[in-house]
């Protein structure tokens, strides 16, 4: 299993102090973040309104946030303002409550489940 570096450790910039590089992240994200991926690969660090971030591109990246090193990331920390809208939901949770949550989900959006759902919502059914 991969190691995950500290901040300090990861390439790319903080940009400017307090701003970092929210300028240009506004102006045009895609094209930011295409420039990052090609100077610094999948993993890099930057800094949004003087918020320190880290992105993570691509299969490999996915891979080590949601698989190999799941128990040392948090959703709830990185999406924290959506809870006063949207409450703890399976979005914000992590670890074990959101494994529970996602179990008890999951017979709902199974395959056989679907597939009767969409028979009660037939769009050739509806008369027009």
Do not use: C
Request: overall charge neutral; hydrophobic content about 40%.
């Amino acid at each position: 299993m991969r190691q995950l570096k500290s901040a300090e450790e990861m390439p790319g910039s903080y940009g400017l102090p307090i701003l970092g590089e929210t300028l240009e992240i506004f102006r045009d994200l895609e094209l930011y973040l295409w420039r990052r991926f090609e100077q610094h690969g999948s993993v890099f660090k930057t800094s949004v309104m003087g918020y320190k971030r880290a992105y993570l591109i691509g299969p490999d990246a996915n891979r080590l946030v949601l698989v190999e090193q799941a128990e040392n990331m948090s959703s709830r920390i990185g999406w924290y303002f959506l809870e006063s809208t949207f409450g703890n939901n399976i979005l914000l949770q992590d670890g074990e409550e959101h494994r529970l949550t996602r179990r008890l989900m999951y017979p709902a959006f199974h395959g056989k489940a679907i597939a009767q759902f969409s028979s009660f919502h037939n769009v050739d059914k509806l008369q027009l």
